[in-house]
């Protein structure tokens, strides 16, 4: 369904439409007004890491060009913009003197959004940890939770009177499994054991940040955003639908689990629960501190195996095969039904809030040519997606809000700018923007609704 307007109908009046972003991924200016280095800055620097050894320096230069972005936002008619807040431009060195011109910054942007009638969605961490946290061990410390909650604080008594929402973190997945067991992202570590370290306190840091937002703004709508995986067993056979059971509580259950239930799963607690650090008393009800809003990013589903391998780790998965032929640019399977499954699989397990889409969309690398980006592809990947939230809605789900992953082209962490994923196309060399065919698409759709009042 492609039409706009003919989709637009499917949606209560009070949805929101958004465009997504992050800081370290457009911002630039790495060194300016007082920021120092994030782990993702010392990362990218180190030869095989990231593509090219590109890096966050230049990125979008949005840092510099604040006003003409926000007017970009205007012009595609959206209700809202997710935004993150770059932590090493707040506190620098992750603890210690806090840095007043990063403050100021934020302040434009969210004073920009308000005074161009959009709604602010803000998310507190996006993978930038300071990287002078890295001394204490960085996520694998305890004292980051701490050092974390009161970074929480100073931001939202800055900027809270002024946020329609905030999230603590983003994608907890990828800055535990993806950073610190498999090595793909910052800091790179490969260890089950640091991973774990990471898992708890990362989580504990949540909860510590959820009660530093609500001592400050106890009336802001405060989650978290989760790239949940949609699981599925790669055949019928019951040593298949084993392994995925395995897998949703691998990759789901063990941020699910806590902040929902104030509990790890029973399978990875039995497996890896004696490597896990020391979980004190009080932790997992900080944790599981009651959210407004969840928010979920889905790109493409997950298809797991067992693995035969004798003596394999928990969860003793490998890859199976993808159904849908369809694949973007950066190779992921295209196959909308999963969010549907995905989010009733959720609810039916959890007590969950209202639920926001804050990240979708889809890579394909096409350039302009005569001023123009034709990507269909993208287009079509944003409004099957749509369809299917639309049907979550007519079921009764509360599903609130969708943000586009992403306004812009940007740094593509590990892929550097090798991978486009915006709506908008960015000429890295001149910091032209274009808008593409689906981000015309996108406005026209967001333009059929009254701004969104949920939030």
Not at 85 to 112: C, H, M, Q, S
């Amino acid at each position: 369904m492609t039409d706009p307007k003919i989709l637009a109908q499917r949606f209560p009046g009070d949805f929101v439409f958004g465009v997504a972003t992050a800081s370290f991924q457009i911002e630039g200016a790495t060194k300016a007004d007082g920021r120092k280095p994030s782990i993702w800055d010392a990362f990218s620097n180190m030869p095989g890491r990231v593509f090219g050894r590109h890096n966050g320096d230049v990125a979008c230069d949005h840092y510099n060009r604040l006003d003409e972005d926000l007017d970009l936002i205007k012009s595609l008619g959206v209700d809202a913009y997710r935004f993150s807040i770059a932590w090493p431009r707040i506190i620098p060195e992750g603890t210690g003197p806090i840095n007043e011109k990063g403050l100021d910054f934020y302040d434009r942007l969210v004073d920009g959004l308000k005074a161009r009638g959009i709604k602010a969605f803000a998310t507190l961490y996006h993978w930038d940890l300071p990287l002078a946290l890295m001394g204490d061990g960085g996520w694998t410390a305890r004292t980051t939770a701490y050092a974390f909650q009161r970074y929480a604080k100073t931001v939202i008594a800055r900027l809270g009177d002024r946020l329609d929402a905030v999230a603590t973190f983003n994608e907890p997945w990828c800055s535990v499994w993806l950073s610190h067991l498999y090595g793909i992202h910052a800091p790179g570590e490969r260890n089950m054991d640091a991973a774990l370290h990471a898992l708890h306190f990362t989580n504990l840091a949540h909860g510590l940040g959820v009660d530093a937002i609500r001592s400050e703004r106890p009336s802001l709508p405060v989650g978290i955003v989760i790239n949940a995986h949609s699981v599925y067993p790669g055949s019928a056979s019951k040593a298949d639908k084993a392994a995925a059971e395995r897998a949703f509580d691998f990759h789901n259950g063990v941020f699910f689990g806590p902040i929902f239930r104030g509990e790890y799963p029973e399978s990875f607690m039995s497996a890896l629960g004696h490597r896990m650090p020391l979980i004190e008393d009080g932790d997992m009800e900080t944790i599981s501190r009651p959210l407004d809003w969840w928010g979920l990013n889905y790109y493409t589903p997950m298809r797991v195996s067992n693995d035969p391998a004798k003596g394999a780790e928990y969860p003793a998965t490998i890859n199976a095969k993808p159904v849908s032929e369809t694949r973007t640019d950066i190779g992921w399977e295209v196959y909308a039904p999963a969010l549907g499954a995905l989010v009733k699989t959720l609810n039916a397990t959890y007590q969950l809030p209202e639920c926001y889409i804050t990240e979708n969309g889809a890579c394909y690398n096409i350039g302009v040519e005569n001023g123009v980006v034709d990507d269909q592809p993208r287009l079509d990947y944003i409004a099957d997606h749509l369809s299917v939230t639309a049907d979550l809605i007519a079921e009764g789900y509360p599903m609130r809000g969708y943000f586009a992953w992403s306004l812009m082209d940007n740094f593509e962490w590990a892929e550097g700018y090798k991978m486009r994923f915006g709506i908008v196309h960015v000429d890295y060399d001149t910091q032209v923007r274009t808008i593409k065919k689906s981000g015309h698409w996108y406005k026209a759709l967001a333009e059929e609704f009254p701004k969104g009042n949920h939030i």
